[in-house]
């Protein structure tokens, strides 16, 4: 059984800073590579960030230098720091569990809204 819940989406003005955490069931963020991906209204989903088990990191183009992603295996909860946002950053974000040989499990995702 995998679940994850994401938190920490709001309303903030561009320049600002958020952080989204998303909690996992079953001590899973450390034996998992965990990423997040957004999706704007009318766009397609794309990928953000990840982290492996083995705590490589990679960042898409368009966050790099402004986001974080990072992990805390005790409180199973995977975090994004946002900072310098964008209107351009606005969509609903989602957490993304991923295993060898299974399927990804995805969170319900939360919003993130950055006004001018």
């Known amino acids: 059984q995998v679940q994850l819940v994401e938190s920490g989406g709001g309303l903030v003005q561009a320049g600002g800073s958020l952080r989204l955490s998303c909690a996992a069931s079953?001590?899973?963020?450390?034996?998992?590579?965990m990423r997040w991906y957004r999706q704007a209204p009318g766009k397609q989903r794309e990928w953000v960030a990840g982290i492996t088990r083995g705590d490589d990191i990679n960042y898409a183009d368009s966050v790099k230098g402004r986001f974080t992603i990072s992990r805390d295996n005790a409180k199973n909860t995977v975090y994004l720091q946002m900072n310098s946002l964008k209107p351009e950053d606005t969509a609903v974000y989602y957490c993304?569990?991923?295993?060898?040989?299974?399927?990804?499990?995805w969170g319900r995702g939360t919003q993130v809204t950055v006004s001018s």
């Open positions: 993304r569990a991923d295993f060898p040989f299974r399927s990804g499990y």
């Open positions: 079953g001590s899973i963020v450390g034996s998992s590579t």
